[in-house]
């Protein structure tokens, strides 16, 4: 079974200070992982996948499989990104069920 | 595009009720998905449909939940009788299943239920 962890709930930052929020996972295979994001009175929505490599409103996420770690960075924080992140897995590529983390909730402090 | 609609968008009902939602997700879209988030946790899938056939099911408390895609468009999801700890934000998702970035999922606003 898959399983997907986000070991903060809250996480406050200054705007302009870097960001990193924190996720790990486990899963026996070749996982695809996912970052969604929810803005405030906005719909989920996919901000990143690691299969993609590229960097989306600034922030980047790379794949440890060493660590079984896919942890969300950005170097300069702004306000707009205040929103709640999920961290999500899907355990193959054919079948597209998303294992999500519990979240974590991200303040820019202006 | 226009994206996955749900309704309602809000639904206050006692236990022991029946309630309803209703999921039509984006124009194509061959996958559909069902979850349940509830307060301070994150999605849960449900039930998967691919087309009109069910994927994935195993979450699925079938004693008193149940879902249909019929055609392979839109989708209801039931629960019969509601419980208590049923109070949750019902999402419904959609994705192409096509190419590399098929495994999109699109999410709607969701339904937020409250079981009284």
């Known amino acids: 079974a898959q399983r997907v962890t986000q070991p903060e709930k809250l996480l406050s930052v200054f705007k302009g200070a870097p960001v990193e929020l924190k996720c790990n996972y486990s899963?026996?295979?070749?996982?695809?992982l996912f970052w969604y994001v929810q803005y405030s009175r906005q719909r989920l929505q996919l901000l990143l996948r690691h299969i993609s490599r590229e960097s989306i409103k600034g922030f980047t996420a790379d794949l440890n499989k060493g660590e079984t770690s896919f942890h969300l960075k950005k170097p300069f924080a702004q306000e707009e990104d205040s929103a709640m992140y999920y961290c999500a897995l899907s355990a193959n590529f054919g079948n597209e069920k998303l294992t999500f983390g519990t979240g974590t909730r991200l303040t820019i402090i202006p | 595009e226009a994206g996955v609609a749900q309704s309602p968008r809000y639904k206050i009902i006692e236990k022991r009720q029946s309630v309803a939602f209703w999921c039509n997700p984006i124009s194509g879209h061959a996958t559909l998905y069902w979850y349940q988030q509830i307060l301070g946790q994150g999605p849960k899938l449900l039930i998967q449909f691919q087309n009109n056939g069910v994927v994935d099911d195993s979450q699925l408390p079938k004693d008193r939940f149940s879902a249909e895609r019929l055609k392979g468009v839109d989708s209801t999801l039931k629960i019969q009788p509601a419980k208590l700890e049923d109070s949750a934000v019902y999402l419904c998702?959609?994705?192409?299943?096509?190419?590399?970035?098929?495994?999109?999922?699109?999410f709607g606003p969701g339904t937020r239920l409250t079981v009284l």
């Open positions: 998702a959609s994705s192409s299943g096509l190419g590399r970035g098929g495994n999109e999922q699109f």
């Open positions: 899963y026996s295979g070749s996982p695809e």
